[in-house]
């Protein structure tokens, strides 16, 4: 399922509303994290499974409860998880057999054009964060 598929679920009649995600679970709550802070933003955490947290309590709320990211209904942390490994084998088939500057040369190059260019897709939140973490970016 990609973003689409998050916004038709939560904008479809009938759906349960513990099933809803994003703005749609949000309703008229207020928020603490502001998605155009990069500060804020890099409060969110992403676990092996997919699913989102973040150790300040406030954005931790607004990720779980008020905007239900880890909702199961819509799969979200399992499609976090594949958009993750497809980057990740994609990147390793480039770079098959290459030397290991080569691989370090395609991960900054997917990092800069995913922040630096703000390129941004569906899900990449968690290919950003794996990215820092194998280019040691904090």
Known sequence: MDAWGVLWNSLKKGVKFEDTTCDAHKGNA?????????????KIKYKADGSIYSDDADINKDVMETLNLNCQAVSLPQTRKSVLMAEKNRIAKKCNEKSQDTYIR?????????????????????????????????
Do not use: A
Request: proline content about 4%.
């Open 30 to 42: 207020e928020l603490t994290i502001d998605p155009f802070d990069e500060l804020s933003v890099r």
């Open 106 to 138: 395609e991960l900054k190059r997917t990092y800069e054009k995913l922040v630096q260019e703000r390129n941004l897709i569906p899900y990449c939140g968690i290919i950003i964060s794996w990215l820092e973490e194998k280019l040691k970016i904090s």
